[in-house]
C-alpha cells in the first residue's frame, strides 16, 4: 500500500492552484471539471512528479472551518513539506512574499519553520539536521 494523494482544504481551488504552483513550486497533475466550481485538482513535487498529488480540496464540509480555525489559532501545521535546507527555502520563500508565522527553529534533530499557504493553512517546512549534540 502507497500513498497516492493527501488532501489540503482550500477555500478558493483557483488560488491555492496560482499559489501551490508559483511561490511553492509544485507543478500541476490533474484538473478534471465536477460541475459547477468544483475540480479534481491536484499537484505534485517537481522532485518527485510521479509522487504523492495533493488535492487541493474545496473547504465545503461543515466540520471544515471550525477545524482549520483552531489549527490556526493554536499555531499548529496542517501538514509538512520536507526540504533540505530550511533557512534558505524560508529566505527563497519570503522573498516571493510568503508570509511566515514561525521563523526557522532548530529543535534538535530537526529544523522547523511554519508559513500561510493562503488558503487557510499552516504549512510547516522541516528539515531532518542529524543528532543534536552537546
Known sequence: MIITTMSIFV?????????????LGFVP???????GPYRWLTVSSPEH???????LEPAEHPAVGPFRDALVADGIPFT?????????????LR???V???QEPL???????????????NLIQLAALTGAPTD
Not at 513539506?81 to 527555502?89: L, S
Open 11 to 23: 477555500d478558493d481551488q483557483q488560488a491555492a492552484l496560482d499559489f501551490y504552483t508559483g511561490p
Open 29 to 35: 497533475q490533474q484538473d478534471i471539471p465536477l460541475g
Open 49 to 55: 512528479p510521479d509522487g504523492v498529488q495533493i488535492s
Open 80 to 92: 509538512s513539506f520536507g526540504v533540505t535546507d530550511v533557512a534558505a527555502e524560508y529566505e527563497r
Open 95 to 97: 522573498g516571493l512574499g
Open 99 to 101: 508570509v511566515f508565522t
Open 106 to 120: 532548530s529543535q534538535g534533530p530537526v529544523t522547523t519553520a511554519v508559513f500561510d499557504d493562503t488558503c487557510g
